[in-house]
């Protein structure tokens, strides 16, 4: 047989490295980094050259399956899709819209189809319960954004070719290829920035993996971020560092938030976020005065306390410098069209919803996950009691270990997924989804965060194996089953249209790629046969500076609200926790680190990355000691009223008191081969979890930052013996 190469790109993670794909009839035979790719340029890592082994994972979901006791049968689609149709249908009419609800995870987000489809299928339920792994992850930045800018989805992106001052909070680049910015090969980039003579700071509990490479470490105690960033505003404010009056006409609210942040002294901060006052105001001082700079943050202050501050206080900084909307500052992308203009045109966050209690509404149109347990198990005739889970893995990803007993609580899970995981478990049904190899895609969702704009759609390198579908097909068909057969939504419209071919005896089916052809050949500076054309993908117009202020910000005045409201009034909670942050604590504070060898809860099983026996803890040399605990041993963590056994390992690049540790881990019970051998256990069963624990503004789950013991499973001598 031939060997066929495909170009295509990875849709792990927001990087979007492009790939070639080596195939032989119906098997991948190799996949290499993409050196054509205009912007990865060769980049790929372990995971993305690793897409071969998921494809053919024996450990994959080939079949729809239904629980039969205590194990799961297979059955065909038809039935499946009737069976689930059925009771989605009985639910709503005995319960109401409000009893069905669909947990929507990261790999959603990566797939352009299974996102509109989504929507689109909650929509056709008529329920407002969508929930989405974004608020278990950055729902504050969503929030902040519609508050400040009139629409989740801007964020101004990091000029990394011209910048020459970075500051990152809470990301680790060298693990994760950052967030909210499409950088392949993210360290090289922030490498680039200090050869040519500018300054990168790290500032993080951990010198994590970036910090060791490039630039300098700035050591913070964790959740405190907040502080820094107010201390360093309340300076370029007072020193008079900024452009806002230059800047009048397109920004409103500074007196108020100059009125607001004048408390937050540096020396004040310095106290509680361990960071000299001189050097908070040095910091401030060089950021505002250096030609070309940025502030950047992601989850390492995304989950904690204050995201929501935090991230509105740096967006102010980043503004009133004047480095939103200038070359080496920071640029918002347009997108292959108008995708800003787009998400306004569709609505995109303003759909109203609430949970239940009305104490949080949806960001980005979708409900925090840290309330999904109480919306099942808070008793009520509108309790959920249907969940649809979409690519996602709420049991384990969701912070409080109270989602296993909730799942239970259902009278119907359905879990469309690529592998069996913690949540598929608990389901009634289990449909096996495609992986990115076997669809055609193009990176809609993230096309806003595009450092440098580029425009790339792949088609499916292969068809799909076993009976694995699409997503947008089996929302498709269960709207279409659960609902009267016609609704004006894109399920009813293209599964109409396919029930029909189908009916007429033809196994084709209508792709939505149709629709996305039309959307381009409208909208778009490119047409989709163009980029068929040009697999490797094509080089858009830059972002121009100057092209957003003023012009695309989706406020009514088309001024960006430097003081919303609900944001000021946080500032209290800001104040009211300072001196908990320096108060003596007996434990350990709990902070997460990403691995480049695993991707949240779901690359453990591939056969090709070698993973660690167990996810490794990092603790500082003089919190070991105390605890008598050696490096490489084993350790007892407990939280939440919960324990989990990890190794240890001893080094200085943490802060004493912080304990770090990889989330996404125990998989005993998963069913996975090699997963479920692999020790440790699930880090968010230490964590506190529920409503209680959301930022009161976003709704963000709060997953950093709280304490937990530590104490050696042997102690020091009955280790040394041990090991001697
Ligand atoms: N303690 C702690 N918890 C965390 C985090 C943390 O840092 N610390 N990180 C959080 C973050 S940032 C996120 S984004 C969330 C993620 O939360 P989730 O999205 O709930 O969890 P994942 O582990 O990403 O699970 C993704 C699932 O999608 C499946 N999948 C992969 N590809 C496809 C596909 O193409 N189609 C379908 N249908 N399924 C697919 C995988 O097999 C896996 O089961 O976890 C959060 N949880
Ligand atoms: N290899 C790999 N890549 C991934 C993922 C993965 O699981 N594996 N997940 C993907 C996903 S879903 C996401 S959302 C992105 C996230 O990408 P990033 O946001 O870059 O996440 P991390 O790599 O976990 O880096 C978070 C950093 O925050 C630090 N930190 C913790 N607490 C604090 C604090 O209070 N203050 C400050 N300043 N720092 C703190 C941690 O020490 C850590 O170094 O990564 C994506 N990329
Ligand atoms: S960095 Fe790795 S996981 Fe992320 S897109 Fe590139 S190849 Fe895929
Ligand atoms: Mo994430």
Redesign the pocket.
């Known amino acids: 047989m031939t060997i066929e190469t495909k170009v295509t790109y990875c849709r792990?993670?927001?990087a979007l490295c492009g790939l070639e794909v080596d195939v032989e009839g119906d098997r991948v035979v190799d996949v290499r980094p993409d050196r054509e790719h205009p912007v990865s340029k060769g980049f790929a890592?372990v995971?993305g050259v690793g897409l071969g082994g998921l494809h053919h994972d024996p450990d994959r979901l080939n079949h729809p399956l239904k629980r039969v006791g205590d194990s799961f049968e297979r059955i065909s689609w038809e039935q499946a899709v009737r069976e689930i149709g059925a009771k989605l249908a009985e639910l709503r009419k005995s319960h109401g819209a409000r009893s069905l609800a669909v947990y929507t995870g990261?790999p959603t987000f990566f797939n352009y189809k299974s996102f509109f489809f989504v929507e689109q299928f909650v929509a056709a339920l008529g329920t407002p319960n969508l929930f989405a792994?974004h608020s278990i992850?950055?729902n504050n930045k969503f929030d902040v954004a519609q508050r400040m800018y009139g629409l989740p989805t801007i964020h101004p992106v990091v000029d990394l070719a011209r910048v020459n001052f970075l500051m990152i909070?809470?990301?680790?680049?060298a693990?994760?290829?950052?967030?909210f910015i499409q950088a392949p090969n993210a360290v090289q980039r922030l490498k680039q920035i200090v050869r040519r003579g500018g300054r990168v700071i790290v500032?993080?509990?951990?010198r994590?993996e970036?910090a060791q490479q490039v630039g300098e470490h700035q050591p913070?105690?964790?959740?405190?971020?907040v502080y820094l960033l107010l201390a360093m505003l309340q300076v370029v404010l007072s020193e008079k560092l900024h452009a806002a009056a230059r800047l009048a006409p397109l920004l409103r609210g500074f007196d108020e938030l100059e009125r607001a942040v004048a408390p937050f002294t540096p020396e004040r901060a310095a106290t509680v976020t361990g960071i000299a006052a001189n050097t908070i105001a040095e910091l401030a001082r060089t950021y505002a005065s250096t030609d070309g700079a940025a502030l950047y943050?992601?989850?390492?202050?995304?989950?904690?306390p204050f995201g929501s501050v935090a991230y509105w206080i740096l967006q102010c900084l980043n503004l009133l410098t004047g480095n939103v909307d200038r070359e080496g500052g920071l640029l918002q992308p347009r997108g292959p069209f108008d995708l800003l203009a787009l998400a306004s045109a569709l609505s995109v966050g303003k759909r109203g919803r609430m949970t239940r209690d009305g104490r949080f509404h949806g960001v980005v149109d979708a409900l925090p996950a840290g309330a999904l347990a109480e919306e099942i198990q808070t008793p009520g005739h509108d309790r959920v009691r249907a969940l649809v889970v979409m690519s996602g893995n709420p049991a384990h990803s969701i912070p409080g270990g109270r989602m296993a007993a909730a799942l239970d609580a259902l009278d119907l899970l359905v879990c469309v997924d690529i592998y069996p995981n913690e949540t598929t478990r608990h389901a009634h049904y289990i449909l096996p989804a495609t992986d990115m190899l076997e669809r055609s895609d193009y990176p809609i969702t993230t096309s806003l965060n595009q450092e440098t704009p580029c425009a790339q759609f792949t088609e499916r390198v292969l068809e799909p194996a076993y009976e694995r579908r699409e997503e947008w097909r089996i929302l498709s068909d269960l709207a279409r089953t659960a609902t009267a057969w016609w609704r004006p939504t894109l399920c009813h419209l293209f599964g109409g249209i396919n029930a029909l071919l189908s009916r007429a005896g033809l196994s084709s089916q209508l792709d939505p790629d149709i629709l996305l052809g039309l959307l381009f050949r409208v909208l778009g500076d490119v047409s989709l046969d163009q980029l068929r054309d040009h697999p490797h993908g094509v080089l858009l117009s830059p972002a121009a500076p100057g092209s957003f202020l003023g012009k695309r910000v989706y406020t009514r005045d088309k001024r960006v609200d430097l003081a919303p409201a609900g944001l000021v009034a946080d500032l209290v909670r800001v104040r009211n926790a300072e001196a908990s942050f320096t108060d003596r604590r007996r434990g350990l504070v709990l902070?997460?680190?990403?691995?480049?060898?695993?991707?949240?809860s779901w690359?453990h099983n591939h056969a090709g990355i070698q993973q660690p026996a167990s996810p490794v803890a990092l603790m500082h040399p003089t919190d070991a000691q105390k605890r008598g605990i050696l490096s490489r041993s084993l350790v007892r963590i407990a939280g939440n009223g919960q324990v989990i056994e990890v190794l240890v390992e001893v080094t200085a690049t943490v802060q004493p008191g912080v304990l770090?540790l990889p989330h996404?881990w125990g998989h005993e019970r998963s069913g996975l081969t090699r997963a479920s051998k692999l020790g440790g256990g699930n880090v968010n069963t230490l964590l506190p979890g529920g409503s209680s624990q959301l930022e009161p503004v976003s709704g963000q789950a709060i997953m950093?930052?709280h304490e937990v013991q530590v104490e050696a499973v042997l102690s020091t001598a009955d280790g040394k013996a041990a090991q001697a």
């Open positions: 792990i993670c927001e890592c995971k990261n792994s992850d950055c909070l809470g990301s680790n680049p693990a994760s290829q950052m967030s500032v993080d509990p951990r994590n970036t913070i105690r964790p959740g405190t971020d943050m992601s989850t390492g202050v995304n989950m904690g902070i997460g680190r990403r691995e480049k060898r695993s991707h949240n690359m770090v996404g950093l930052g």
